[in-house]
């Protein structure tokens, strides 16, 4: 329940980096560094529904702790994966679909903001998001 809300991005660190590790081109970086990304999460019990929104989509996506899903990165790079909690952290757990491989993303709560943490291959990035 600590992650419902409505979260809007407010600063991003080594995202840059992340995305170059990830095999994203110069142009959809430099698109993604500006997107306004809001993220809504609804939780209940093992439910969650997620409505991203950006400036290049809106996407609702609805899963299950534990259950693996689909998901489309917004560059189009196809993953598999799930979410759990640790704690206080949600964490998931994503194959690509075009190399085999893994990207673990994090989701914390502290005080005010949101902190989206990445690693992909050696490379950690944060996207943090304040509550609005």
Same mark, same amino acid.
């Given at each position: 329940?600590?992650?419902?809300?409505?979260? %809007? &991005?407010?600063?991003?660190? /080594?995202?840059? $980096? @992340?995305?170059?590790?990830?095999?994203? =081109?110069?142009?959809?970086?430099?698109?993604?560094?500006?997107?306004?990304? %809001? &993220?809504?999460?609804?939780? /209940?019990?093992? $439910? @969650?529904?997620?409505?991203?929104?950006? =400036?290049?989509?809106?996407?609702?996506?609805?899963?299950?702790?534990?259950?693996?899903?689909?998901?489309?990165?917004?560059?189009?790079?196809?993953?598999?994966?799930?979410?759990?909690?640790?704690?206080?952290?949600?964490?998931?757990?994503?194959?690509?679909?075009?190399?085999?491989?893994?990207?673990?993303?994090?989701?914390?709560?502290?005080?005010?903001?949101?902190?989206?943490?990445?690693?992909?291959?050696?490379?950690?990035?944060?996207?943090?998001?304040?509550?609005?």
């Amino acid at each position: 329940m600590t992650f419902n809300g409505t979260w %809007k &991005i407010d600063r991003s660190e /080594n995202y840059e $980096k @992340f995305m170059e590790q990830m095999g994203i =081109n110069l142009v959809k970086r430099k698109l993604a560094a500006h997107d306004n990304l %809001k &993220i809504t999460i609804e939780q /209940n019990g093992d $439910k @969650f529904h997620v409505k991203e929104s950006s =400036n290049f989509r809106t996407l609702d996506i609805d899963f299950n702790l534990g259950v693996t899903f689909e998901y489309s990165l917004a560059d189009g790079t196809e993953l598999s994966g799930s979410w759990a909690i640790e704690g206080d952290t949600m964490k998931g757990v994503f194959t690509r679909k075009d190399n085999g491989k893994q990207l673990i993303t994090t989701r914390i709560v502290q005080g005010d903001e949101l902190i989206q943490s990445y690693n992909y291959e050696g490379v950690d990035a944060k996207r943090i998001f304040k509550r609005g």
